[in-house]
């Protein structure tokens, strides 16, 4: 019985492993099948370790106190002493704040606005007519934040357009660009003004393939215009804007360093400072702290990804629908 054992053991392993060495040679096989589309990719691939994969070396520095005379692995480890500085700065414990409040009012102020622009557009008679929006709503998309900040500058500074309009009416100037509570209502309307075309694409593109069927159905039973909305078209593109949500919340610790470092002076800094201008002007603004900074820009990033998560497991149990399975 012993000898019967060993030999349905020894039998049983020569099975697996002939059973492994045929998975591998088919996987060998297919590979070799689409040799050509694996060479398409390797620019990619290489391009993804290179400046992807390859920089996050540095995070190291984050828990260094990092000199570049040594290098980062001859560095002094400090462990988490650069992650404990964060909530003791004032300066660092602000500019958390403010990322927070900017990118919660982003969310419920700019989120809805190409979802309401691609229903309007959608809705409207004419195709040539809809073009002609879409072509307007989508070109400030194309303009750097360089540009809409000097526009801003020239239409809203002291001897721009709107001050000058105002003083020909006999009406006080005002001084919009350092006015602290009119800063973020303006770093929400510039942001719907220079995204909300290019945005409404995503969703127009999920408008556009629902059955039209529905439609149909929806103006026989009688629906108005805003039921056609409510009942059709935004449960039909419901995934989308699931999925677009879930995104948005997994960037809430951006806040949007390239407009705000465009549009911010002396006056609003303290409004206007995010996590990502802080580490900028620690980095180079400053005597540079690297190690700091690194661990700035590292807690930014798990608290994106832990945000990202969570979003993705709540909506997930609420509506059935997840981002990441």
């Given at each position: ?118 229903v309007l557009i959608t809705e409207m008679r004419g195709t040539k007519l809809k073009k002609v929006y879409q072509t307007i709503f989508t070109f400030p998309h194309f303009l750097s934040w360089i540009v809409v900040s000097a526009i801003l500058g020239n239409f809203l500074s002291s001897n721009g357009a709107i001050n000058v309009m105002l003083a020909n009416l006999g009406i006080e100037k005002m001084n919009f660009l350092g006015n602290v509570p009119l800063f973020r209502p303006m770093l929400y309307a510039t942001s719907i003004w220079k995204g909300v075309g290019w945005s409404a694409i995503i ?123």
């Open positions: 019985m012993a000898d019967k054992g060993i030999v349905n053991t020894s039998t049983t392993k020569s099975r697996k492993q002939g059973s492994n060495s045929k998975k591998k040679g088919t996987l060998l096989l297919r590979i070799w099948k689409a040799r050509w589309l694996y060479l398409l990719a390797l620019p990619f691939l290489v391009w993804l370790i290179v400046f992807c994969y390859g920089p996050m070396y540095g995070v190291l520095m984050a828990f260094e106190d990092y000199k570049a005379s040594l290098g980062v692995l001859g560095s002094e480890w400090v462990g988490l002493k650069h992650f404990r500085r964060i909530f003791i700065i004032p300066a660092a414990k602000r500019a958390i704040t403010n990322t927070l409040v900017i990118s919660i009012s982003r969310l419920i102020f700019e989120f809805p606005a190409p979802i309401i622009l691609a969703y127009m593109a999920a408008l556009a393939g629902i059955d039209p069927t529905l439609y149909e159905a929806a103006d026989i039973d009688g629906a108005t215009r805003l039921q056609r909305i409510r009942y059709v078209m935004l449960p039909g593109i419901k995934s989308t804007i699931i999925i677009m949500f879930i995104l948005a919340v997994g960037g809430v610790m951006d806040a949007g360093f390239d407009q705000i470092f465009n549009m911010r002076n002396a006056i609003v800094t303290e409004t206007a400072q995010i996590l990502d201008t802080y580490i900028y002007d620690i980095t180079f603004a400053s005597t540079p702290n690297y190690g700091f900074s690194t661990a700035v820009g590292l807690f930014k990033a798990v608290i994106n990804f832990m945000l990202l998560v969570l979003a993705n497991t709540v909506v997930g149990k609420i509506s059935g629908e997840r981002l990441i399975q």
